[in-house]
């Protein structure tokens, strides 16, 4: 019996470092995960909230909903970028000292994605926008703001 032991405790000591390994590709996949269904939730939102906003129908809440899921594919990366850019600059600000030497890079690095995004988020506005009556221009301007200040933080328009 004490034999099987010491047999079972030597496989399972072989094993730790596999299952440490994997452990960290595993987890970045859930992130991935939870960032694309959170990326999708999102999206229908805002597809919800712009169709009603604009008295869309049917086929142009369609149309919406492909454009906005194009425009998320191209920012998908730009995220990415700003994320390990913030984990790099998070491991730097405690200290390590692989991570000290990245700083700059990482900061730089992560502005340059943000102004990516909006530029993007200008180029969304500009596409949703081409055919509407500046009055629901307004309203489209509106509704990306706040959809963006929740994403950030809180953004509200003074009410007069």
């Known amino acids: 019996m004490t034999m099987a032991r010491t047999r079972m405790a030597v496989v399972l000591l072989a094993l730790v470092p596999l299952v440490a390994a994997a452990s960290p ?3 970045e996949a859930r ?3 939870r960032l694309e269904h959170a990326e999708k939730r999102h999206r229908l939102r805002q597809v919800l909230e712009l169709s009603d906003l604009l008295s869309l129908n049917n086929a142009q809440a369609l149309k919406l909903e492909e454009t906005l899921r194009k425009f998320d594919e191209r920012r998908r990366p730009l995220r990415k970028q700003v ?3 913030a984990r790099i600059l998070f491991r730097a600000s405690r200290g390590d000292s ?3 030497s ?3 890079t990482a900061a730089l690095g992560a502005f340059e994605a943000r102004e990516r995004i909006a530029a ?3 180029e969304l506005y500009q596409t949703l926008a081409k055919d509407l009556p500046e009055e629901k221009r307004a309203k ?3 509704s990306l703001a706040r959809t963006e200040g929740r994403k950030k933080g809180r953004w509200e328009p003074e009410k007069d």
Request: hydrophobic share 45%; aromatic share 0%.
């Open 140 to 142: 489209l301007a509106l």
């Open 120 to 122: 993007l988020d200008k």
């Open 83 to 85: 994320r390990e850019s």
């Open 98 to 100: 692989e991570a000290l």
């Open 25 to 27: 590709a595993r987890r």
């Open 102 to 104: 990245q700083v700059d």
């Open 31 to 33: 992130v991935e995960e």
